[in-house]
């Protein structure tokens, strides 16, 4: 048997072959024994792997798989519409951006002197959210060891 | 050789082209400048460590690992316990914005986001359930200072965990 | 005033037409139920867990996006699963194939590799536990290529035609011929393979 003809055995199988051709393949894997092996084979194939494809779970806790998806919701949502640009604002941009970026650049190159220095803002964890009622946190902070603990207390 | 562009041509220059070619000049300027800012910004490089606090002495079986000294001599200051395991330890490399989920058991997981350029969010995931949400900020933990979770060990009577995040040294 | 929708005992009909007017419970009911099977389609396909997760979660926010563009044509979950597979393959293209992949794809371009795999005759399912065959069967998916595996997930699990594999595919109906061809003849030897293992 060639390609062409193994290929035709296996299309014939899964009902891809245009009526015309589908009789001729339909006698050749009954009548030639390759053809008809080659079906047996491609058959029981076939059919152990339907409806036996291994389940699976998410490797991950409901709320956990979720809160990704949800922040990702969240953030497209707050993302404003690009508008249009209006005649106007061409016009800036030929004749008044090459300026603009000028004095830009010198923000971006003058702007860290200026900037506040973080090495001396206080350093304290903010607790956002504890959503469970039957969980209770205490948050301290020990100067001596250099540490932020959170205690959860499962009640 | 050089040629030198007419008066004409630099007018039609300085008319059609430079004002295209100053722009793009320009924005490659501003470009170069934000990305090495942003360079700097860069990736936020965590250690997290689970840690099973105890008075019993270190268990034959299973492969705990001692804590580092210097962290254990800081939890054994502030808690009670004598010992302290190391579970499990993992490091995690967060860019600016994404979350990223590190398990550190079957009933302990964290979500860590490098929220902004100053904090750093934690999520907590307790057997599944969203524990506990808090932020700790990031010069805080370049300066050395350890975030700790912790908890009683339920299956344990006495014991503790511990979540130890750190910066991870280069 | 309107019923609140209980959400776990809502139709999946109900949940996406909440959904479609921006109710986000409802979204997530919608993914707390499908979700496993979603992840696992993705899992059949990138065969990496951490991928599958992240693919995964990717689908729902897209499906979400697109909800309004959902009008029943299918069931949800098919619809969602149509969404995930398009983002493995997307994201499978951009991968680099390993030299197991290219050896494979030109074997089975050249014709010769299932040339000398005999026709296997034994079933592979004969006397199985549906389990220990789901097994078998995972294993043996594990071992094929992406090209081969994915065509194969495409037509024997997901059930599409030639031409919409080939469609999604980016490929000719006779490429993706060939590559169901082999990777069936390939999946053939595996299980008797490891039936044989199995063997006392």
């Keep these: 048997m060639n390609r062409e003809t193994e290929l035709g055995v296996q299309a014939w199988m899964d009902g891809e072959l245009p009526p015309t051709e589908a009789a001729s393949v339909a006698t050749l894997a009954t009548s030639d024994p390759q053809a008809a092996a080659l079906l047996a084979e491609l058959k029981h194939t076939r059919a152990a792997l339907a409806g036996n494809e291994l389940e699976r779970a998410v490797p991950a806790s409901r709320e956990f798989y979720w809160s990704r998806i949800q922040r990702e919701l969240e953030r497209l949502e707050n993302q404003p519409a690009a508008p249009r640009r209006p005649v106007w604002l061409s016009w800036w941009m030929r004749f008044l951006a090459p300026a603009a970026i000028v004095a830009v650049l010198a923000l971006v190159l003058f702007t860290p002197t200026f900037a506040p220095s973080s090495a001396h803002r206080t350093v304290h964890p903010a607790e956002i959210e504890s959503p469970l009622d039957d969980v209770s946190v205490l948050t301290f902070r020990s100067e001596a060891e250099r540490m932020t603990v959170v205690w959860v207390n499962f009640q | ?170 | 005033m309107s019923k609140k929708l209980d959400y776990p005992s809502s139709s999946d009909q109900e949940l996406v037409q909440n959904a479609q007017k921006g109710d986000m419970l409802a979204f997530e009911e919608l993914v707390a139920r499908h979700r496993d099977k979603v992840y696992a389609r993705a899992f059949s396909m990138v065969r990496n867990e951490d991928e599958a997760v992240d693919l995964s979660q990717e689908a729902w926010v897209k499906g979400w996006q697109r909800l309004k563009q959902f009008h029943g044509q299918a069931s949800f979950l098919t619809w969602m699963t149509r969404i995930v597979i398009n983002l493995c393959l997307d994201h499978l293209r951009k991968q680099k194939r390993g030299r197991t992949e290219s050896i494979e794809l030109m074997d089975e371009e050249i014709g010769g590799v299932e040339r000398q795999m005999p026709v296997v005759t034994v079933n592979p399912t004969e006397g199985l536990e549906r389990a220990e065959l789901r097994q078998r069967i995972d294993r043996a998916l594990n071992q094929l290529s992406y090209a081969h595996r994915t065509v194969l997930v495409l037509h024997e699990f997901e059930q599409l035609e030639y031409k919409e594999v080939a469609n999604r595919m980016g490929c000719s109906i006779g490429t993706v011929m060939s590559r169901l061809f082999y990777a069936r003849r390939k999946m053939a030897v595996l299980l008797a393979g490891l039936r044989d293992e199995q063997k006392p």
């Design chain 2, 1 to 170: 050789m050089t040629t030198v562009p007419s008066r004409k041509a630099l007018r039609g220059l300085a008319t059609k082209g430079w004002l295209p070619a100053c722009v793009f000049l320009a924005c490659c300027c501003a470009a170069g400048l934000a990305g090495a800012a942003q360079a700097q910004a860069g990736e936020l490089n965590l250690n997290a460590v689970l840690i099973w606090g105890t008075d019993e002495a270190k268990p034959k079986e299973g492969s705990y690992k001692e804590l580092d000294a210097k962290v254990k001599k800081k939890l054994c200051r502030i808690f009670r316990w004598k010992n302290y395991f190391v579970i499990k330890e993992e490091k995690i490399s967060l860019a600016p914005k994404i979350a990223k989920r590190l398990k550190l058991s079957s009933k302990c997981e964290l979500e860590l986001k490098y929220a902004d350029d100053d904090t750093v969010e934690i999520k907590l995931f307790g057997e599944g359930r969203w524990t506990k949400t808090f932020k700790q900020r990031i010069d805080a933990l370049k300066n050395g200072e350890l975030a700790v979770l912790a908890g009683d060990d339920k299956d344990k009577y006495d014991d503790a965990w511990f979540v130890v995040l750190s910066v991870s040294l280069p």
